[in-house]
């Protein structure tokens, strides 16, 4: 998954596609989790994954943030690979909110300031505000 030779990433705004995406958890091989999955997500508008648990939204996530490569197909941004991208820099530029939410060990204002680590105080708040926190 760790390629040098990949491309800097500065900012990712592009529509993201899935093109007949396979994928098969390598500690479960007899059973394929997603099949010739194919979307786009355009750019500017709202995409919901929705599906009953254990149909594979969150492996969709996995795949794109390329904590594993699909078994076959293509996962795409702007219609460039993402795996021409560097790695540490792509999930740098992709925000997720997990079904679960992850507080760390510390008050809300740090958990909130950890996302940016350099927002004033009055961003705090307002993304406070803005989550109902």
């Known amino acids: 998954v760790w390629k040098k030779e990949t491309e800097s990433i500065y900012d990712i705004d592009g529509d993201?596609?899935?093109?007949?995406?396979?994928?098969?958890?390598?500690s479960r091989e007899a059973t394929p989790v997603l099949r010739n999955l194919s979307f786009i997500a355009r750019a500017g508008?709202?995409?919901?994954?929705?599906g009953s648990s254990g149909c594979g939204k969150s492996?969709?996530?996995s795949l794109f943030l390329r904590y594993y490569e699909p078994s076959s197909g293509r996962i795409s941004i702007d219609g460039r690979s993402i795996t021409d991208y560097n790695v540490k820099q792509l999930r740098q530029n992709i925000g997720v909110v997990?079904?679960?939410p992850i507080l760390f060990g510390m008050s809300i204002y740090e958990n909130i300031r950890f996302g940016k680590v350099n927002a004033t105080q009055a961003e705090i708040e307002q993304a406070a505000r803005e989550a109902n926190a």
């Open 16 to 26: 993201i596609e899935f093109d007949n995406v396979n994928f098969i958890y390598p």
């Open 45 to 50: 508008q709202t995409t919901a994954l929705v």
């Open 59 to 61: 492996t969709c996530i």
């Open 98 to 100: 997990s079904q679960e």
